[in-house]
């Protein structure tokens, strides 16, 4: 990977280890959106079918109020175990100093077993807009209106 003066890095952001087994994720290419957060847990985890679990990663970070840390699924883990996170992305405040945890549900069809140090999730790191919200009688008219849920005729 190049080093840090060839990136174009947007936030310095500061991670604390809680416990010294947990691992600092990193970008494993130049062109990662996310980087792999792994379980910091002590023993292993079994998640049967339709089963979820939180899963502690030992790490906590300080965010600058314009950012929020997401938490996503691995899509291998999706594709191979049916692995995902109950409320994908994990959205996690810029005022939170705690533990990030993973919610790790189970939507296959067998067990599933997290190891200590297993990548579980991966995170991404995005810009927040706070919004003033006017309320209002009306909306202005656009062409779709209230269609939802497939009234583009998007397949």
Do not use: W
């Amino acid at each position: 990977m190049n080093s840090r003066k060839d990136q174009f890095y947007l936030e310095d952001v500061k991670v604390k280890r809680l416990r010294s087994s947990a691992a600092i994720p990193a970008y494993q290419t130049d062109g990662s959106a996310g980087m792999d957060v792994k379980a910091d847990i002590m023993e292993p985890i079994t998640i049967n079918p339709g089963e979820r679990s939180l899963i502690g990663t030992g790490l906590a970070f300080a965010l600058p109020p314009h950012l929020a840390l997401l938490a996503c699924p691995r899509s291998g883990l999706a594709l191979k175990a049916g692995i995902t996170i109950v409320n994908a992305p994990g959205i996690i405040d810029s005022d939170y100093r705690g533990e990030v945890g993973i919610i790790l549900q189970n939507t296959g069809d067998k067990p599933f077993v997290v190891e200590p140090g297993d990548r579980i999730a991966q995170i991404m790191f995005t810009y927040v807009a706070r919004a003033i919200l006017h309320e209002v009688e009306d909306l202005d008219e656009t062409a779709r209106g209230a269609g939802g849920f497939g009234s583009t005729g998007a397949r």
